[in-house]
């Protein structure tokens, strides 16, 4: 059996606040298989952000380990921490984009903070924008673009220092349906190119069944079931994938509370 890319083992985080302890993740397994799109679902509070922090390194965990291709998350030093963030692409809900840089400026941002020299960036931003459509828009403002416009901005950015996991947080949340489809295939599409292994966190059922091949499903900081999409939505067996699948099936019927 091949080793998975990403590889979480027992992992535990605790928050404290006034003297008291909050556990948010309570000894999550999942794997993850290189150039893999893999879905995360769960209810707001679930602990779905956090598990993804955890992954990046923003958030150190309580206990347990993280494996990311040959970085043992939880116990990089300082210089390797660094290092290992810059191959770990992120994609946001709202964007997060600089209103004071054009699209181009936005891009060559994480290049810079690398300390990659002018031509290399210049090149590297140019095949990135291309690459997610958007090449036409270098010299406009974040001000100037539409929502899907701005998320293309938010995937080449993420794209630039050529990583190897891209991590989506609700990344289609904010946009419309339509919208939402036309990113939906740009990710399909740099997976396929690219070889990226790509984990997406959603609230959407759709967005799951577009796009992942696998999926997990978080309930209150456990993971309640993971596999094949197919298998999850044709045979549910947590209570949040029910609920999922029975309000999705509802609102295709067009029943609902009107």
Request: proline share 2%; aromatic share 6%; charged share 25%.
């Amino acid at each position: 059996m091949a080793v998975p890319f990403i590889e979480i083992k027992n992992v535990s985080k605790i928050f404290t606040s006034h003297k008291l302890d909050f556990k948010v993740l309570k000894d999550v397994n999942l794997e993850v298989e290189r150039g893999d799109i893999f879905g995360i679902v769960g209810f707001s509070g679930a602990g779905k952000s956090t598990l993804i922090r955890c992954i990046n390194g923003l958030e150190t965990i309580s206990s347990g380990s993280i494996r990311v291709g040959k970085y043992q998350v939880n116990k990089l030093s300082k210089k390797d921490a660094n290092a290992y963030r810059q191959k770990i692409g992120m994609v946001f809900q709202h964007f997060n984009l600089f209103d004071s840089r054009t699209v181009y400026g936005n891009v060559t941002f994480p290049l810079e903070i690398a300390k990659q020299n002018k031509e290399e960036i210049h090149k590297r931003v140019l095949k990135i924008l291309d690459l997610v459509g958007i090449i036409d828009k270098k010299d406009f403002y974040p001000g100037q673009l539409s929502g899907g416009q701005k998320q293309r901005v938010g995937i080449a950015r993420a794209l630039a220092n050529h990583p190897s996991v891209l991590l989506s947080d609700e990344a289609t949340s904010a946009l419309d349906p339509v919208t939402s489809m036309s990113v939906l295939d740009l990710l399909k599409d740099i997976n396929k190119k690219l070889g990226l292994t790509i984990i997406l966190i959603t609230h959407s059922l759709d967005v799951v069944k577009y796009t992942c091949k696998n999926m997990a499903v978080l309930e209150n900081g456990i993971i309640a079931e993971t596999g094949k999409v197919k298998k999850i939505f044709e045979s549910p067996q947590s209570d949040t994938a029910r609920v999922f699948i029975k309000h999705n099936t509802c609102l295709s019927n067009g029943e609902g509370i009107w």
